[in-house]
């Protein structure tokens, strides 16, 4: 027994550095997990969509849960918006789902200046939603503009985007705190 659990360990860091490898083979962020360990990280280069810091955010239209479309700039508004890009099978977008709720429930942010965007169907964002009893509105890029037009293909990614419609910023991450001060003033610019 006590060499099996040497070579767990062992396992596990082999399997990182081969995940990583093809991480920065294929230019992606790749989190692995086994069960009973933490959530390893290994960072590659991952290409970032064309949503930039000092754009303006793309207007386009989404669905939303009750199948009417909206469009971007009438959801942002004039308050500024966290927008989330989930894949809804993701550990790491669960992950950046739930941080953004505790961030609703702490009073940092309000649940109408959050929302999801997903590529799912509206029967996978209603699952996600209550499965993790998320307050805030999902919609569905039911076009793939979002991927198409500005390579979001990557998740969990957010976006905070001003009231001016600016993008503030864009990050692959589904780990740190949320930095009220700093978050408030992005959305008010």
Same mark, same amino acid.
Request: charged residues 20%.
């Given at each position: 027994m006590?060499a099996r659990?040497?070579?767990?360990?062992a396992?596990? !860091?082999?399997?990182?550095?081969?995940v990583?490898? %093809?991480?920065?083979l294929?230019? =992606?962020?790749?989190?692995?997990r086994?069960?009973?360990a933490?959530t $390893? #990280?290994?960072t590659a280069?991952?290409?970032?969509? !064309?949503l930039? $810091?000092? &754009?303006?955010?793309p207007? !386009?239209?989404? @669905?939303n849960? #009750?199948?009417?479309a909206?469009?971007?700039?009438?959801?942002?508004?004039?308050?500024?918006?966290v927008?989330l890009f989930l894949?809804l099978e993701c550990?790491?977008? %669960?992950?950046? $789902?739930?941080r953004w709720?505790r $961030?609703i429930?702490?009073?940092?942010?309000g649940?109408?200046?959050v929302?999801?965007?997903t590529?799912?169907?509206?029967e996978a964002?209603?699952?996600?939603?209550?499965? *993790?009893?998320l307050v805030y509105?999902?919609?569905q &890029?039911?076009d793939l503009a979002?991927h198409?037009?500005?390579?979001?293909? =990557?998740f969990?990614l957010? @976006?905070?985007v001003? %009231?001016?419609?600016?993008v *503030?910023s864009?990050r692959?991450?589904?780990?740190s705190?949320?930095?009220?001060? =700093?978050?408030?003033?992005q959305l008010? &610019?």
């Amino acid at each position: 027994m006590p060499a099996r659990r040497t070579l767990r360990p062992a396992l596990f !860091l082999v399997l990182v550095f081969v995940v990583g490898t %093809a991480g920065v083979l294929t230019g =992606r962020l790749i989190r692995t997990r086994v069960a009973g360990a933490p959530t $390893a #990280t290994v960072t590659a280069r991952v290409p970032m969509p !064309l949503l930039r $810091a000092g &754009d303006v955010f793309p207007d !386009l239209p989404l @669905v939303n849960d #009750t199948g009417e479309a909206e469009r971007t700039a009438a959801l942002i508004g004039g308050t500024g918006m966290v927008v989330l890009f989930l894949d809804l099978e993701c550990p790491p977008c %669960a992950d950046t $789902a739930l941080r953004w709720q505790r $961030a609703i429930e702490e009073g940092v942010i309000g649940a109408d200046q959050v929302m999801a965007i997903t590529y799912q169907s509206h029967e996978a964002m209603a699952m996600f939603r209550e499965e *993790h009893g998320l307050v805030y509105r999902f919609f569905q &890029d039911a076009d793939l503009a979002f991927h198409r037009g500005f390579e979001v293909n =990557r998740f969990p990614l957010e @976006v905070i985007v001003g %009231a001016s419609g600016l993008v *503030h910023s864009t990050r692959f991450d589904s780990a740190s705190p949320v930095d009220a001060e =700093r978050l408030q003033g992005q959305l008010t &610019d």
